[in-house]
């Protein structure tokens, strides 16, 4: 079945019915359909401490809302046709979702990436070329698996993007769009490289 998703095209409604009955989550791309790899327990434990992390200091801000979601939401990429599964989301407000969906947004305002090895390269170039094409889109955080580290990209302007990048357990990244800072010990809280 895997050689046929991924060799075949499909219309995005082929899409939903084949990943509603799938036991994995599937990514869509201009018609194509591509498994997505499991997680690893690493993958897992930083993605659920970044999550832990956005939620207290988003519920810390007063002036104005966001609200957070984890890698079950999909992010619908219109310019490129492409679903994909980031590892966090936060949108401004309240989130606006694909038609017809409960599980798809199509508004982010910040996204964060847990990057394994073998996608890595695709994260930080191929698919944030992609996620610059969502009007709504303003921050891009890439945090590393085998390593205290983590990069932020911010647009300061359409075509302008500026990059902080943070090592070791007192480093921070910044998160301009929601006006606070990401402390990567907390990040990395308990996490034991292999």
Not at 53 to 71: D, E, H, V
Not at 73 to 98: G, N, R, S
Not at 105 to 116: A, D, G, H
Request: hydrophobic letters at 40%.
């Amino acid at each position: 079945m895997t050689t046929d998703i991924e060799t075949r095209k499909y219309s995005i409604e082929e899409y939903f019915a084949l990943e509603a009955e799938a036991k994995e989550k599937l990514e869509y791309f201009n018609g194509k359909i591509r498994p997505m790899p499991g997680g690893t327990p690493l993958h897992n434990e930083i993605a659920s401490n970044v999550i832990y992390m956005l939620k207290a200091l988003i519920k810390g801000l007063k002036q104005r809302k966001f609200k957070l979601y984890n890698s079950d939401m999909k992010i619908w990429i219109e310019d490129v046709q492409h679903f994909v599964y980031p590892d966090a989301v936060v949108v401004a407000e309240k989130p606006t979702l694909y038609p017809g969906r409960k599980d798809i947004i199509t508004n982010p305002l910040l996204i964060v990436e847990v990057l394994s090895p073998g996608t890595e390269d695709y994260d930080r170039n191929d698919k944030f070329l992609e996620y610059r094409t969502i009007p709504s889109f303003m921050e891009y955080v890439c945090l590393r698996q085998d390593a205290v580290a983590g990069v932020a990209f911010y647009r300061e302007e359409e075509a302008l993007w500026r990059e902080s990048n943070a090592f070791g357990t007192g480093g921070v990244l910044p998160l301009r769009s929601l006006g606070v800072e990401l402390p990567l010990d907390k990040v990395y809280e308990e996490v034991e490289f292999e």
